[in-house]
């Protein structure tokens, strides 16, 4: 079916009127067929929450926050142009880098689309990185509006109505420089009726090498050893089942390379009083060996050491995360320092290590009759 002349006129003045809409064209693929949500995910919502009207995709007024629309694929860097309809209170966002799990504005980021021209911009105006950064200008209209994200790390730019409102380098940002750097396109409605169309996206090329860890089960028997086992309370067992690793009884699995510089990322899950850890720089015995420093993975908000802290040394912050659901764990070491973020929170911070030779990474489990689970546990060197 030929395109109607008047909707390849409106494209075109559209394109004429937005430089930098029309500068995302370029090699861009459309990722909405104007007719369905094929290649789109309803994610933590009623599959009643998106639908398509008018060649648009709408968010219903009744998708409350934290349903969104995820695009299918995982993506790195890349070009993404969009309209987004204004029209009285609208309030919602674009995530970039979004986690599959987890808090998605926090973990990866989010652009802000909101209606309001306030008399100074800030961190929630349009155009904003959603609590990081203002945009440089407020350019948002009552109307169909024109949004582009370019995202080739560290670089981020952003532009609304062919004007641009952001232009960073992730890397020198001492917030957005632990963001994730490879996640999900996704649309973020927060219980109000938004519109998209003309949605395009041009992939660019990768630069970070991220090293799978744990994400098919054949990456267990690959990439791990037991390192160490509790014959004597209860001897450890790791399973790979469909793409989750399971951990049950006590001890430990180790990776067989091994890793000083890092940055590790992987999701958890575990019921409550759940007790784990992730272990690095080891020498690849468990808690026997004399080499180790240990992530704590223990949701016990008044424990001595709960979720996130470096056992022996630093508390953590508490984090944001809930019995028997997937969390985002960051770890990133480099030389005497190692950060630790989880569910998008920085919630601890060392800069003492003494060992900095390289060592193994060892996950734990360390209960008896209970469990606790990874996936996607990915590494790259740093």
Same mark, same amino acid.
């Given at each position: 079916?030929?395109?109607p002349?008047?909707?390849?006129?409106r494209l075109?003045?559209?394109l004429a009127a937005s430089p930098?809409?029309a500068?995302?064209?370029?090699g861009a693929?459309?990722?909405?067929d104007?007719?369905?949500?094929?290649?789109?995910?309803?994610a #933590?919502?009623?599959p009643?929450a998106?639908y398509?009207?008018?060649g648009a995709? /709408?968010?219903?007024?009744?998708s409350?926050?934290?349903t969104w629309?995820?695009?299918?694929?995982e993506?790195?860097n =890349?070009? =993404?142009?969009c309209?987004?309809f204004v029209?009285?209170?609208? #309030?919602?966002a674009?995530?970039v880098?979004a986690?599959?799990?987890g808090r998605?504005a926090e973990?990866g980021m989010a652009?802000k689309?909101?209606h309001?021209?306030e008399p100074?911009?800030?961190?929630s105006?349009?155009?904003?990185?959603l609590?990081?950064?203002?945009?440089?200008?407020?350019a948002?209209?009552?109307?169909?509006?024109?949004?582009?994200?370019a995202m080739d790390?560290?670089s981020?730019?952003?532009?609304?109505n062919?004007?641009?409102?952001q232009?960073v380098?992730?890397d020198e940002?001492p917030?957005?420089?632990?963001?994730l750097r490879?996640?999900y396109?996704?649309?973020s409605?927060l219980g109000?009726e938004?519109?998209?169309?003309?949605?395009t996206?041009?992939?660019?090329?990768?630069?970070t090498?991220w090293?799978?860890l744990f994400e098919? #089960?054949?990456h267990?028997?690959e990439?791990?050893?037991?390192?160490e086992?509790r014959?004597?309370?209860?001897? /450890?067992? =790791?399973?790979?089942?469909n793409g989750i690793?399971r951990g049950e009884?006590?001890g430990?699995?180790a990776t067989?390379?091994?890793y000083?510089d =890092?940055d590790?990322?992987?999701? /958890?899950r575990g019921?409550?009083?759940?007790?784990?850890? /992730?272990?690095?720089?080891?020498?690849?015995k468990g808690?026997e060996g004399?080499?180790h420093?240990?992530?704590?993975?223990?949701?016990?908000e008044e424990a001595?050491f709960?979720?996130?802290?470096?056992?022996?040394?630093q508390?953590a912050?508490?984090?944001?995360?809930? #019995?028997?659901e997937w969390?985002p764990?960051?770890?990133?070491?480099?030389?005497?320092?190692?950060?630790v973020?989880?569910?998008g929170?920085?919630?601890?911070?060392?800069?003492?290590l003494?060992?900095t030779a390289a060592g193994?990474i060892?996950?734990?489990?360390?209960?008896?009759?209970?469990?606790?689970?990874?996936?996607?546990v990915r590494v790259?060197a740093?």
């Amino acid at each position: 079916m030929r395109e109607p002349l008047w909707s390849r006129r409106r494209l075109l003045l559209t394109l004429a009127a937005s430089p930098g809409l029309a500068a995302a064209q370029s090699g861009a693929n459309a990722i909405f067929d104007g007719r369905s949500l094929a290649g789109w995910t309803i994610a #933590d919502g009623p599959p009643t929450a998106f639908y398509v009207e008018d060649g648009a995709i /709408v968010a219903h007024r009744t998708s409350a926050f934290p349903t969104w629309l995820r695009y299918n694929k995982e993506l790195e860097n =890349f070009d =993404f142009s969009c309209e987004f309809f204004v029209k009285g209170w609208t #309030d919602g966002a674009v995530y970039v880098h979004a986690p599959e799990f987890g808090r998605r504005a926090e973990t990866g980021m989010a652009v802000k689309i909101f209606h309001q021209v306030e008399p100074q911009p800030l961190i929630s105006s349009a155009g904003a990185i959603l609590g990081v950064l203002p945009p440089r200008r407020i350019a948002v209209r009552p109307e169909w509006n024109t949004l582009r994200i370019a995202m080739d790390w560290p670089s981020l730019k952003v532009w609304m109505n062919g004007e641009i409102v952001q232009d960073v380098n992730a890397d020198e940002h001492p917030e957005l420089r632990y963001r994730l750097r490879r996640g999900y396109l996704g649309l973020s409605p927060l219980g109000y009726e938004h519109r998209f169309r003309n949605l395009t996206l041009r992939e660019l090329p990768s630069k970070t090498r991220w090293e799978p860890l744990f994400e098919t #089960d054949r990456h267990l028997e690959e990439n791990w050893w037991v390192s160490e086992s509790r014959t004597d309370r209860a001897p /450890v067992k =790791f399973q790979a089942i469909n793409g989750i690793l399971r951990g049950e009884g006590i001890g430990h699995i180790a990776t067989k390379k091994q890793y000083r510089d =890092f940055d590790l990322s992987m999701y /958890v899950r575990g019921p409550a009083q759940h007790n784990s850890g /992730v272990l690095f720089r080891t020498e690849g015995k468990g808690l026997e060996g004399k080499r180790h420093y240990e992530i704590q993975i223990h949701n016990v908000e008044e424990a001595h050491f709960p979720t996130g802290s470096l056992y022996y040394r630093q508390r953590a912050a508490y984090p944001r995360i809930q #019995d028997n659901e997937w969390f985002p764990l960051q770890l990133i070491v480099e030389g005497p320092r190692c950060v630790v973020r989880v569910n998008g929170d920085t919630v601890m911070t060392y800069a003492r290590l003494d060992d900095t030779a390289a060592g193994h990474i060892e996950l734990q489990a360390h209960a008896v009759a209970s469990w606790i689970e990874f996936r996607q546990v990915r590494v790259r060197a740093l």
